[in-house]
């Protein structure tokens, strides 16, 4: 198997390292893992691209690339020029510093790089690490998504859900905040979210006297609907979400005919 990874968190981020294991443990002896990172973090960008100006790539060591860009721009680098002619079998992205759960996923570059590899038609996961009092103060506080990160793409892979042929299917994991031998098992759920808490800004002057802001998350504890993303992962398991790019509220449609 050939796979291709990529992180938002910048290509020296310790979340990429253990994807790279996560990777190499599924790509097998035989296989191939890429690496196509951002030089700097990419943190928030969500499906970003660089649109309007180049992004420099630079070939760092055997297989391994770093990118002046978003993860999406990444994603773009790995197929269109790193990769070009071998598409891999499969994109990973992540595993992020702190979890992407309910309206965590709008904002994320982890999960904008799986989103463009399904736009590109390519399969694609987003892996992300939930951090809490339970897992913050490890050696590896990492070790959930280590420990189960290859079986847990493994049994997506196996589940064979049709990926359809527009807006792809790509799958949103997200580990619990827990040691990895605490980990309950695997959870399929919805998106999340929580309510009463929010992204905000904070300000604060710089000694010159001029006003910046800050951006503010809010407490990523708060639980969401039972059985839901953030839920399941607060309760000790891995949450698998799949997802897909389209963003119509298929729902209100009918309710929209009116104004034909």
């Known amino acids: 198997m050939r796979i291709l990874v990529t992180n938002d968190?910048?290509?020296?981020?310790?979340?990429?390292?253990?994807?790279?294991?996560?990777?190499?443990?599924?790509?097998?002896?035989?296989?191939e893992l890429w690496v196509v990172a951002p030089a700097f973090e990419q943190s928030g960008v969500a499906h970003s691209i660089s649109y309007t100006h180049p992004m420099m790539i630079a070939k760092?060591?055997?297989?391994?690339?770093?990118?002046?860009?978003?993860?999406?721009?990444?994603?773009?680098a790995g197929l269109h020029d790193v990769l070009k002619g071998n598409r891999p079998d499969l994109v990973l992205s992540g595993v992020n510093r702190g979890n992407n759960s309910a309206e965590n996923a709008l904002y994320s570059g982890t999960l904008g790089g799986a989103m463009e590899a399904a736009l590109q038609g390519i399969p694609a996961m987003a892996l992300s690490q939930y951090f809490g009092p339970g897992n913050l103060g490890?050696?590896?506080?990492?070790?959930?998504?280590?420990?189960?990160?290859?079986?847990?793409?493994?049994?997506?892979?196996?589940?064979?859900?049709?990926?359809?042929?527009?807006?792809?299917?790509?799958?949103?994991?997200?580990?619990?905040?827990?040691?990895?031998?605490e980990v309950r098992g695997l959870r399929a759920a919805p998106q999340g979210f929580r309510?009463?808490?929010?992204?905000?800004?904070?300000?604060?002057?710089?000694?010159?006297?001029r006003r910046f802001l800050w951006i503010k998350g809010g407490n990523q504890h708060v639980p969401t609907e039972p059985g839901s993303d953030a839920a399941v992962n607060l309760d000790g398991y891995i949450s698998v979400t799949p997802m897909r790019a389209d963003l119509t509220a298929h729902d209100a449609l009918e309710a929209l005919k009116a104004i034909e």
């Open 9 to 31: 968190d910048g290509i020296n981020a310790p979340g990429l390292a253990v994807l790279e294991v996560i990777a190499a443990d599924l790509a097998g002896p035989e296989g």
């Open 60 to 76: 760092l060591g055997e297989r391994r690339f770093a990118a002046e860009g978003s993860p999406a721009d990444c994603v773009m």
């Open 195 to 209: 309510r009463d808490t929010r992204f905000s800004v904070e300000p604060h002057s710089s000694p010159s006297g």
């Open 138 to 181: 490890l050696d590896n506080p990492f070790d959930a998504a280590a420990r189960h990160g290859a079986e847990a793409v493994r049994r997506i892979l196996s589940a064979g859900p049709d990926a359809g042929e527009d807006y792809r299917l790509f799958y949103n994991i997200n580990f619990p905040p827990v040691p990895g031998a």
